[in-house]
């Protein structure tokens, strides 16, 4: 979640940037750009160069590979107040001070938080990247915490709990589901944190965190824009280059992992707000990182052929051919360091029952299960996929974005460029073989999101708080 | 991989900064500094920066009329037809339309918004015949077939009811209502629950007649295209529409004057507070003195006195900020926050204290250095792709600013005054404030003058 301003949009489906050749439509589209530059720290921090000489600006985003699945129990929601916390001020430069540089050029910032990863960006014009290297280099180590700063801060990051989850049904939907799918897993924590646990971070929890995570061997540092590796090369090492990396830190994170599915879950969630019932099926599915090699790509290839658009099987069944559903999706979310969902979505028409609705779901699983899926079908998919690597070219935000995420879910470069690749070298009974797998029911939660119809309670004493 | 999970999923968390449009840089981005107004042979006009770094072609377009063309008594006509005009055209049924698509990931898309019908056509170079073609029979032979029609009003009738308990949703519909009464700008172009189920295909297929003709047409395209073919699919395009649109006429207005307050009951955890007020138009000389002046007191992110009073210092809110919307005959500055249940009245007079203080004292001189620094900063940024260069180029053409404005404006913004500041100030807001509260705070429902004391909490 975002620390610094209103949440304006959700970044789009990001993908490679790699060469293409063969297949179908896009054939004659041969994507040139050159492979980012990258090069380590002698402190361990690992760095990335991303070319983009059309406008004069860049983007600089530092990625620590730590998340909210590297909480302490008990305080969920860390890693991100920390994020939070983040823009208060170092003692060599005061709490603002970053931020005002950032706008005075005219540039932006912001920051974010996943299960995974917690990422700080600025883009600003091209001149200025040595000097923003020198704020976020400081503020690697250097934060300084006062109770007046954590304090209305923790408000802050309770209202954007409000926000985002407690004003939402949908979201209150998601935490239930999650937390129902991993029964071991720290996935099952929200990244926002539990509202109770929330309430009582303090500075020294956030500090301590801090402290065990934020070092330049447990980072990676995308720049991508108008600017030449060489000259990032020598301003990373005069900047980041002298903060001492923490030799503590293990390479590799261990986390409680789930033990076999052994039994379907259901949630449901009621509010008298919920004017739109749902839903949805989450399947816990390996990720890009722990599948077996040719298994991700499948799944992203069944998720875009069951739920992605309007000839998307699901859509068909549900909202087409038999219109029992207003909307019906399937995501897959490759881009994780442990074991991942694969999501399905359907909204139903208003009297449609919720058995009618998985009847359909699940006959369209079975399917795809057992029968190859068609030709034309399949290759008209792997083409939607792979054009996105080239339209994910336009934006050097999103390049850095997609990068950098990768490589904080332990990816490498070389996994990122093949994507594209890997999608075309996807097989019918590729396709068939992971719906057969993954999607079983066994692995799987079912979230309802139903009308809370009963008679309201009396709230008598609403009026009596007028002050 | 796809993102889709990290990103738009698990964390609903993951969030960028969003940049305001039309600003510019002191040095226009490589590929700003190359705008051609091109004429197509058949006479269809467009801006277009010919740029081949990445292998696709990026179009925004916009149709003068939008929601203001909807019947006064069936709003949402345009909003359907947006929907509806890429489900089956020519000889092409919804499902075929969608295959051919998708077979080339040809991005096609439309709305309606208050002033415009719009468009976005996003392609790879190598498609851009299809792409183009598609987007013919879109414009000029939609099915509007009934199975499709019923889908997406289901579709559409769904995202309406879901409104109702939205508590953003509610304030921002109010707070049209308030602002604009009666007027075309006081309904959303989504229409309503009531006027959604009325409409017919005999609507939409008058609404297509009236709107989406060559007269109103702004076009803008940047990619990898030469202008000589450009100017073939521009015609291929849009050539077969009618030369004029024959739309109703829109009076101009004035949003309602301040101060008035609306309470809507909601029971949720967070208050949604939406105020506003008359703003300024984009034609009017005082414009950028107005821009500037909001961007100091609530739309430059972590410096402006709104985030600084209200998140900051006191902790209630985590989103405030206020903008200037302009439309072709109106303006309003409005802003938005969410809060504590229990705090909403000292949200709302933090708020308008600060309002205040900017009418009465304007910025300070340091303020209004460092707000120009960032305008003219800014808008590099905001053009440093090909869909976000196209959006700018047509929303430039909208604002009926000269193709070369890019090198002008930094002029216009170093013209500001400090003088020029204080007025638009005082004329912005004066007057108090248009606010609408949704939530449980039992404040809310006291009237302006009895909100001006300071909460007790």
Same mark, same amino acid.
């Given at each position: 979640?975002?620390?610094?301003?209103?949440?304006?949009?959700?970044f789009a489906?990001?993908?490679s940037?790699s060469?293409?050749?063969?297949s179908?439509a896009?054939?004659?589209?041969?994507v040139?750009?050159?492979p980012p530059?990258?090069f380590?720290?002698?402190?361990?921090?690992q760095?990335l160069?991303?070319?983009?000489?059309?406008?004069?600006?860049?983007?600089?985003?530092i990625?620590?590979k730590?998340?909210s699945?590297?909480?302490?129990?008990?305080?969920s929601?860390l890693?991100?107040?920390?994020?939070?916390?983040?823009?208060?001020?170092?003692?060599?430069?005061?709490?603002?001070?970053?931020?005002?540089?950032?706008l005075?050029?005219?540039?932006?910032?912001?920051?974010?938080?996943?299960?995974?990863?917690t990422g700080?960006f600025q883009?600003?014009?091209?001149?200025?990247?040595?000097?923003?290297?020198?704020?976020e280099?400081?503020?690697?180590?250097?934060?300084?915490?006062?109770?007046?700063?954590?304090?209305?801060?923790?408000?802050v990051?309770?209202e954007?709990?409000?926000m985002?989850?407690?004003?939402?049904p949908?979201?209150?939907?998601?935490?239930q589901?999650?937390?129902?799918?991993?029964?071991?897993h720290?996935?099952?924590?929200?990244?926002?944190?539990?509202?109770?646990?929330?309430?009582?971070?303090?500075?020294e929890?956030?500090l301590?965190?801090?402290?065990?995570?934020?070092?330049?061997?447990?980072?990676?540092?995308?720049?991508a824009?108008?600017?030449d590796?060489?000259?990032?090369?020598?301003?990373?090492?005069?900047?980041?280059?002298?903060?001492?990396?923490q030799p503590?830190?293990?390479v590799?994170?261990?986390?409680?992992?789930?033990?076999?599915?052994?039994a379907?879950?259901?949630?449901?969630?009621?509010?008298?707000?919920v004017?739109?019932p749902?839903?949805?099926?989450y399947?816990l599915?390996?990720?890009?990182?722990?599948a077996?090699?040719?298994?991700?790509?499948?799944l992203?290839?069944?998720?875009?052929?069951?739920g992605?658009?309007?000839?998307?099987?699901?859509?068909?069944?549900?909202?087409?051919?038999?219109?029992?559903?207003?909307?019906?999706?399937?995501?897959?979310?490759?881009?994780?360091l442990?074991?991942?969902?694969?999501?399905i979505?359907?909204?139903?028409?208003?009297?449609?029952?919720?058995?009618?609705i998985?009847?359909v779901?699940?006959?369209?699983?079975?399917?795809?299960?057992?029968?190859?899926?068609?030709?034309?079908?399949?290759?008209r998919?792997?083409?939607?996929?792979?054009a996105?690597?080239i339209?994910?070219?336009?934006?050097?935000?999103t390049?850095?974005r997609?990068?950098?995420?990768?490589?904080?879910?332990?990816?490498?470069i070389?996994d990122?460029?093949?994507?594209?690749?890997r999608?075309?070298?996807?097989?019918?009974e590729?396709v068939r073989?992971?719906?057969?797998?993954?999607?079983?029911?066994?692995?799987?939660?079912?979230?309802?999101?139903?009308?809370?119809?009963?008679p309201?309670?009396e709230e008598?004493?609403?009026?009596?708080?007028?002050? | 991989?796809?993102y889709?999970?990290?990103f738009?999923?698990r964390?609903?968390?993951?969030?960028?900064?969003?940049?305001?449009?039309?600003?510019?840089?002191?040095?226009?981005?490589?590929?700003?500094a190359?705008?051609?107004?091109?004429?197509?042979?058949g006479?269809?006009?467009?801006w277009?920066?010919?740029?081949?770094?990445?292998?696709?072609?990026?179009?925004?377009?916009?149709?003068?009329?939008?929601?203001?063309?909807?019947?006064?008594?069936?709003p949402?006509?345009?909003?359907?037809?947006?929907?509806l005009i890429?489900?089956g055209?020519g000889?092409?049924?919804?499902r075929t339309?969608?295959?051919?698509l998708?077979?080339?990931?040809?991005?096609?898309?439309?709305s309606?918004?208050?002033?415009?019908?719009r468009?976005?056509?996003?392609?790879?170079?190598?498609?851009?015949?299809?792409?183009f073609?598609?987007?013919?029979?879109?414009?000029?032979s939609?099915?509007?077939d009934?199975a499709?029609v019923?889908?997406?009003?289901?579709?559409?009738m769904?995202g309406?009811r879901?409104?109702?308990?939205?508590?953003?949703?509610?304030?921002s519909?109010?707070f049209?209502?308030?602002?604009?009464g009666?007027?075309p700008?006081g309904?959303?172009?989504?229409?309503?629950?009531?006027?959604?189920?009325?409409?017919d295909?005999?609507?939409?297929?008058?609404?297509?007649?009236?709107?989406l003709?060559?007269?109103?047409?702004?076009?803008?395209?940047?990619?990898?295209?030469d202008?000589?073919?450009?100017?073939?699919?521009?015609?291929?395009?849009?050539?077969g529409?009618?030369?004029? *649109?024959?739309? $109703?006429?829109?009076?101009d207005?004035? !949003?309602a004057?301040?101060? /008035?307050?609306?309470?809507? %009951?909601? @029971?949720?955890?967070?208050?949604?507070?939406?105020?506003?007020?008359p703003?300024?138009?984009?034609?009017?000389?005082n414009?950028?003195a107005?821009?500037?002046?909001n961007?100091?007191?609530?739309g430059?992110?972590?410096s402006?006195r709104?985030?600084?009073?209200?998140?900051?210092?006191?902790g209630?809110?985590?989103s405030?900020?206020?903008?200037?919307?302009?439309?072709?005959?109106s303006?309003?500055?409005v802003?938005?926050?969410?809060t504590?249940?229990?705090?909403a009245?000292?949200?709302?007079?933090?708020?308008?204290r600060?309002?205040?203080?900017?009418?009465?004292?304007g910025?300070?001189?340091q303020?209004?250095?460092?707000?120009?620094?960032?305008?003219?900063?800014?808008?590099?940024? *905001?053009?440093? $792709?090909?869909?976000k260069?196209?959006s !700018?180029?047509?929303?430039? /053409?909208?604002?009926?600013? %000269?193709? @070369?404005y890019?090198?002008?404006?930094?002029?216009?913004?170093?013209a500001?005054?400090?003088?020029?500041?204080?007025k638009?100030a005082?004329?912005?807001?004066?007057?108090g404030l248009?606010?609408?509260?949704v939530?449980?705070?039992?404040?809310?429902?006291?009237?302006?003058?009895?909100?001006?004391?300071p909460?007790?909490?």
């Amino acid at each position: 979640m975002s620390s610094r301003r209103f949440a304006a949009s959700l970044f789009a489906v990001l993908l490679s940037a790699s060469a293409l050749s063969a297949s179908g439509a896009i054939a004659q589209t041969t994507v040139t750009s050159a492979p980012p530059a990258t090069f380590t720290l002698g402190n361990g921090l690992q760095v990335l160069v991303i070319p983009d000489h059309r406008t004069p600006v860049v983007t600089q985003m530092i990625w620590y590979k730590v998340g909210s699945a590297d909480e302490t129990p008990g305080k969920s929601g860390l890693a991100h107040f920390l994020e939070h916390l983040m823009f208060k001020g170092t003692s060599k430069h005061p709490a603002g001070e970053f931020s005002e540089t950032v706008l005075r050029v005219g540039g932006n910032e912001n920051a974010f938080t996943s299960t995974d990863y917690t990422g700080y960006f600025q883009r600003v014009p091209r001149e200025q990247l040595a000097s923003m290297m020198e704020f976020e280099a400081d503020r690697m180590t250097g934060l300084i915490l006062k109770d007046e700063n954590v304090l209305p801060e923790r408000d802050v990051v309770l209202e954007e709990f409000n926000m985002r989850v407690a004003n939402n049904p949908d979201a209150r939907l998601t935490e239930q589901i999650m937390a129902a799918l991993y029964l071991n897993h720290p996935y099952g924590r929200p990244v926002i944190g539990w509202r109770q646990e929330i309430e009582k971070l303090d500075r020294e929890d956030a500090l301590a965190f801090y402290k065990r995570f934020y070092a330049p061997n447990n980072a990676t540092l995308v720049i991508a824009g108008d600017v030449d590796a060489k000259e990032v090369r020598s301003m990373a090492e005069r900047t980041f280059g002298e903060v001492a990396p923490q030799p503590a830190i293990p390479v590799k994170r261990i986390r409680p992992q789930e033990p076999t599915p052994a039994a379907p879950r259901t949630v449901t969630l009621s509010d008298p707000r919920v004017e739109q019932p749902g839903v949805r099926r989450y399947y816990l599915v390996p990720s890009a990182t722990t599948a077996a090699a040719g298994e991700s790509p499948a799944l992203d290839v069944l998720a875009q052929l069951m739920g992605g658009g309007s000839n998307s099987y699901l859509y068909r069944a549900l909202v087409v051919d038999r219109p029992l559903a207003v909307s019906a999706s399937a995501g897959y979310q490759g881009t994780s360091l442990d074991a991942t969902q694969f999501m399905i979505s359907v909204s139903p028409k208003p009297g449609v029952e919720f058995a009618q609705i998985e009847q359909v779901i699940d006959a369209v699983i079975s399917d795809v299960g057992k029968n190859a899926v068609r030709a034309e079908d399949l290759e008209r998919v792997k083409t939607q996929l792979i054009a996105e690597a080239i339209y994910a070219q336009d934006n050097q935000a999103t390049l850095a974005r997609w990068y950098g995420g990768a490589l904080t879910t332990g990816l490498s470069i070389e996994d990122i460029r093949s994507w594209p690749e890997r999608i075309r070298a996807v097989t019918a009974e590729q396709v068939r073989d992971a719906a057969q797998k993954w999607l079983d029911k066994k692995r799987s939660v079912t979230g309802y999101l139903i009308k809370d119809a009963a008679p309201k309670r009396e709230e008598p004493k609403r009026e009596e708080k007028r002050s | 991989m796809t993102y889709h999970g990290t990103f738009a999923r698990r964390a609903a968390f993951v969030v960028a900064a969003c940049l305001t449009m039309a600003l510019l840089a002191p040095t226009p981005s490589h590929a700003a500094a190359k705008i051609q107004h091109l004429i197509s042979p058949g006479g269809i006009e467009a801006w277009f920066v010919q740029d081949a770094t990445v292998p696709l072609i990026a179009m925004e377009y916009a149709f003068g009329g939008g929601a203001t063309q909807d019947p006064a008594d069936k709003p949402g006509v345009g909003n359907m037809v947006a929907s509806l005009i890429d489900e089956g055209s020519g000889d092409l049924d919804s499902r075929t339309f969608h295959e051919r698509l998708e077979r080339r990931a040809i991005e096609l898309s439309f709305s309606s918004t208050r002033d415009y019908f719009r468009g976005s056509l996003r392609m790879l170079k190598d498609n851009r015949d299809e792409a183009f073609d598609l987007l013919r029979m879109s414009l000029t032979s939609p099915h509007f077939d009934s199975a499709d029609v019923e889908r997406i009003r289901a579709q559409i009738m769904s995202g309406l009811r879901r409104d109702t308990s939205s508590p953003t949703s509610l304030a921002s519909r109010k707070f049209l209502e308030l602002a604009f009464g009666d007027h075309p700008y006081g309904r959303l172009a989504n229409g309503t629950l009531e006027s959604v189920p009325r409409i017919d295909v005999a609507d939409m297929k008058d609404y297509v007649g009236r709107v989406l003709a060559r007269d109103t047409l702004r076009i803008a395209v940047v990619g990898d295209v030469d202008p000589a073919t450009l100017g073939k699919l521009l015609d291929q395009a849009f050539g077969g529409l009618p030369a004029k *649109a024959s739309l $109703t006429p829109v009076a101009d207005v004035e !949003a309602a004057k301040p101060p /008035q307050r609306a309470f809507i %009951p909601l @029971d949720v955890p967070q208050t949604v507070v939406t105020f506003g007020g008359p703003g300024i138009r984009r034609n009017d000389p005082n414009f950028m003195a107005g821009y500037v002046v909001n961007h100091i007191l609530g739309g430059g992110g972590s410096s402006s006195r709104l985030y600084r009073e209200v998140r900051e210092k006191r902790g209630l809110a985590y989103s405030v900020y206020q903008s200037l919307l302009w439309m072709d005959h109106s303006a309003v500055f409005v802003g938005n926050t969410g809060t504590r249940a229990d705090r909403a009245g000292e949200t709302v007079d933090a708020i308008t204290r600060e309002i205040r203080r900017m009418a009465v004292d304007g910025p300070t001189q340091q303020e209004l250095d460092e707000a120009k620094s960032y305008l003219k900063g800014s808008q590099m940024l *905001a053009l440093d $792709t090909s869909s976000k260069l196209a959006s !700018a180029l047509l929303q430039y /053409q909208i604002d009926k600013l %000269p193709i @070369d404005y890019i090198e002008k404006r930094n002029a216009i913004v170093d013209a500001v005054t400090l003088d020029d500041a204080k007025k638009a100030a005082r004329r912005l807001w004066g007057q108090g404030l248009l606010t609408v509260i949704v939530g449980r705070a039992p404040q809310a429902a006291a009237q302006p003058a009895a909100a001006a004391p300071p909460a007790a909490n």
